[in-house]
């Protein structure tokens, strides 16, 4: 019985137990499965559970990818060398095109890192992925972090969950759910500050915090006139903890904040155009030139809709915002005469400007924008870059200027780094305590070299003064980089390790 007979049989068989006690028996029934490891829950044509071969859920979105994943996976289990297993845990079936597309983006960069770990000479173990489908919004998140939680010390050999990719509730009940089982993670895209200090937690993104204090570094001075709009939402932690985090930052504005509430469902609209014509209007009667927001993409794609169009819109405004804005380069709905210069006016009614997580421009050094000595590299990327060049044939459509791909590879590489490291030249997986230990030691010599930067990591795992490439999205659609902007204001040491003044 080769390696990959074993894996099935023990997903299965695992996949049986926690899904009969977590669904009901009915989900056994052979009409309601989809895959190994994966069944339609009572109710619901979501194909829901953790595969191994590379499933794609029915989610064509991921297909090709998914399916390199499974044929690497096959690889690693005919190799008969030490294996272990990274899970990706994401909502694969969402219903929102554009959380489908970030989500292909990142499986690309997590199979490209997958491959290139596999073929790194003398480094063990060999690393197969797991893709772990928590259902549209979530949903089904108890279910899949149980049955991961199961997989620690079945043949799989689970190390570290990563995906993790939005900062809502979901998330944080499956991070804390999987933190209570001393389950190692690695967050790829998640930035709310309360999702965060969690044992066995690691990030490769900067916290909401540190996007704010990076956005309001680039704007140099900020005046007290600066207005901020906000989400409501009690569900998105990424609006509330960005919105405090700006408020850190603005402590003396003249103006009230002003509000909104989105919809549980991230495309749904709502009401909110009418809503964003009010808070024009209230913008219209203030003396405000910038204003920063914290909400998701889709109310920001209106906002900035409502804003171009009002009254006084000709006396131009700047918008500053988290890293969601990346969605609105691909979103056919985004209104581009906001951000266009209209005849006889000197320039565009809105600039939007964001915090991204990384950018395919940002470690490639171009005319007049030499790269900082410190905080990442051009080798670090191009190693990424090489290898979509290589592999594009296997993992279908991609572009980077989303920052995705770049991130999802990052966080594979911070987990992969951190099994080696707990592994060392033992020839038997790490335990999951020793992989959790390496996340504060991965700083000084030994940090991530990411293809978004530096990854230096500190006592609570979260990334120190992590390069933050200011983007502009140009009425083309284009995602322009501007600059590097640091939440510290300066690059890091040469060393990547703090010292107290």
């Known amino acids: 019985m080769n390696n990959l007979t074993k894996i099935l049989i023990g997903v299965g068989a695992a996949t049986a137990v926690v899904l009969a006690v977590l669904f009901g028996p009915g989900v056994l029934d052979p009409d309601r499965s989809c895959a190994t490891g994966v069944v339609k829950p009572e109710g619901s044509d979501e194909c829901i559970g953790v595969s191994a071969t590379g499933y794609h859920f029915g989610v064509k979105e991921i297909q090709e990818v998914a399916?390199?994943?499974?044929?690497?996976?096959?690889?690693?289990?005919?190799?008969?060398?030490?294996?272990?297993?990274?899970?990706?845990?994401?909502?694969?079936?969402?219903?929102?095109?554009?959380?489908?597309?970030?989500?292909?983006?990142?499986?690309?960069?997590?199979?490209?890192?997958?491959?290139?770990?596999?073929?790194?000479?003398?480094?063990?173990?060999?690393?197969?992925?797991?893709?772990?489908?928590?259902?549209?919004?979530?949903?089904?998140?108890?279910?899949?972090?149980?049955q991961l939680v199961t997989m620690a010390d079945g043949p799989e050999q689970l190390r570290v969950v990563t995906g993790i990719a939005t900062s809502n509730t979901a998330n944080k009940q499956a991070v804390a759910l999987l933190a209570r089982h001393h389950i190692p993670m690695v967050g790829s895209t998640i930035t709310a500050d309360d999702i965060t200090n969690v044992p066995g937690l690691a990030r490769v993104s900067p916290t909401n915090k540190d996007e704010?204090?990076?956005?309001?570094?680039?704007?140099?001075?900020?005046?007290?006139?600066?207005?901020?709009?906000?989400?409501?939402?009690?569900?998105?932690?990424?609006?509330?903890?960005?919105?405090?985090?700006?408020?850190?930052?603005?402590?003396?504005?003249?103006?009230?904040?002003?509000?909104?509430?989105?919809?549980?469902?991230?495309?749904?609209p709502g009401n909110l155009g009418n809503v964003f014509n009010s808070i024009a209007h209230y913008i219209c009667d203030t003396e405000a030139h910038t204003v920063f927001f914290?909400?998701?993409?889709?109310?920001?794609?209106?906002?900035?809709?409502?804003?171009?169009?009002?009254?006084?819109?000709?006396?131009?405004?700047?918008?500053?915002?988290?890293?969601e804005a990346s969605y609105l380069g691909s979103d056919e709905k985004m209104d581009r005469q906001a951000l266009a210069v209209r005849p006889g006016e000197k320039k565009p009614r809105v600039t939007l400007k964001y915090a991204a997580l990384a950018h395919p421009d940002?470690?490639?050094?171009?005319?007049?924008?030499?790269?900082?000595?410190?905080?990442?590299?051009?080798?670090?990327?191009?190693?990424?870059?090489?290898?979509?060049?290589?592999?594009?044939?296997?993992?279908?459509?991609?572009?980077?200027?989303d920052g995705q791909t770049i991130i999802g590879y990052d966080a594979m590489a911070t987990a992969v780094q951190g099994i080696r490291r707990a592994t060392g030249t033992s020839a038997k997986a790490p335990a999951l305590a020793d992989v959790t230990a390496q996340w504060p030691h991965l700083t000084g010599s030994l940090r991530v070299n990411g293809a978004s930067g530096w990854i230096c990591l500190d006592n609570y795992g979260n990334p120190r003064n992590k390069a933050v490439p200011i983007v502009r999205l140009a009425a083309n659609g284009t995602l322009r980089f501007q600059e590097f902007s640091w939440p510290d204001q300066k690059p890091p040491p040469v060393d990547c390790i703090p010292k107290r003044d």
Not at 77 to 82: K, N, P
Not at 300 to 316: D, H, Q, T
Not at 366 to 392: F, K, V
């Open 212 to 268: 704010a204090r990076a956005l309001v570094s680039h704007a140099k001075s900020v005046d007290r006139s600066a207005l901020l709009v906000y989400d409501t939402n009690p569900d998105d932690r990424y609006a509330q903890t960005l919105r405090e985090a700006f408020n850190e930052q603005l402590p003396d504005q003249v103006y009230e904040p002003t509000q909104f509430t989105s919809s549980k469902e991230p495309d749904n």
């Open 294 to 323: 914290a909400g998701r993409h889709t109310p920001l794609r209106l906002f900035v809709s409502e804003l171009g169009r009002a009254g006084c819109a000709g006396r131009g405004f700047t918008v500053l915002t988290g890293d």
């Open 362 to 401: 940002a470690w490639v050094e171009a005319p007049g924008r030499p790269l900082p000595a410190t905080g990442g590299s051009a080798a670090a990327y191009r190693q990424l870059a090489d290898g979509i060049a290589e592999m594009r044939a296997d993992i279908g459509p991609n572009q980077l200027q």
């Open 67 to 146: 399916r390199a994943i499974g044929a690497e996976n096959r690889t690693v289990d005919d190799s008969e060398q030490l294996a272990v297993s990274v899970a990706v845990m994401m909502p694969f079936s969402s219903k929102a095109p554009e959380q489908l597309r970030k989500m292909r983006h990142e499986l690309q960069g997590v199979y490209v890192q997958q491959r290139l770990a596999n073929r790194a000479e003398g480094r063990p173990p060999k690393i197969r992925v797991l893709l772990a489908n928590t259902g549209n919004l979530g949903h089904y998140w108890e279910q899949v972090a149980n």
